[in-house]
């Protein structure tokens, strides 16, 4: 009997350990749990968070490219708006550049049978300014003045700002003009080249070609060649 109730009470005890050990490791696995969720709630929070930043970006980052959008309208209005303007600069550019060699011709002009006749003593009788003259196979010449007289006739070119390539261009109109103009065959021609200054190099090369020129001076517009040129009859 004792032996039985030794083995009883050996069994008791062993329940009794067992449900000690069950119920230790029970909460541990229910701290563990509670940790867990703790985790997973703080994990939730952090998550919303994000997403709400991650929102709030992509809200600024709409405005941004709305931004953006806005800008790259307004920079291709401000190119239109740039081109618009050069090209309206280009034109009174060029309508002003009109003006002025239209200003320097007509400067010019009225002098040339003074110059003519103190120079080559030649009378003047016949003046005529902007000759255009069209060939039956369509090529078009114009010449800025024409200045007839008895033994000879003077061609005019006028320039703002006289150039050693006018000079060349004047060449070519001087090998032109009897094909335009074959009325004039009979008598030679002379050149005359004017502008409101005339560089020393440009004057030295218009002489070795032949050409009076004519500049600015005390009666308005004065021969600039040395004393003792003598132009070249073509």
């Keep these: 009997m004792a032996a039985v109730i030794e083995r009883i009470d050996s069994l008791e005890q062993t329940v ?23 985790e997973l709630r703080l994990f939730k929070d952090e998550m919303r968070v994000f997403k709400d930043e991650m929102s709030d970006f992509k809200d600024e980052m709409s405005d941004f490219k709305d931004e953006m959008s806005d800008f790259k309208d307004e920079m291709r209005d401000f190119k239109d708006e740039a081109r618009r303007q050069q090209r309206e600069m280009n034109k009174k550019w060029g309508e002003l550049s009109n003006k002025l060699g239209t200003l320097v011709e007509d400067l010019v002009a009225p002098s040339l049978p003074r110059v003519i006749e103190e120079r080559l003593n030649e009378p003047a009788y016949d003046l005529m300014v902007r000759l255009k003259r069209r060939l039956p196979d369509g090529r078009v010449k114009e010449f800025d003045a024409l200045v007839v007289t008895p033994d000879c006739v003077c061609l005019n070119s006028t320039k703002a700002t006289l150039r050693s390539t006018d000079v060349d261009g004047f060449v070519a109109d001087i090998a032109e003009f009897r094909t335009f103009f074959p ?36 009666e308005l517009m004065e021969v600039k060649n040395q004393p003792g040129f003598e132009p070249k009859r073509f």
Excluded: C, M, W
């Excluded at 696995?29 to 509670?34: E, I, K, M, T, V």
């Excluded at 070609?209 to 004519?214: E, P």
């Design 183 to 218: 009325e004039h065959d009979a008598l030679p021609l002379v050149g005359i080249l004017a502008s409101l200054s005339v560089e020393k190099n440009v004057l030295a090369y218009a002489e070795k070609q032949g050409f009076l020129v004519l500049a600015v001076g005390d």
């Design 16 to 38: 009794q350990d067992f449900v000690r050990s069950v119920g230790a490791e029970f909460r541990k696995l229910y701290d563990s749990q509670r940790q867990t969720e703790t």
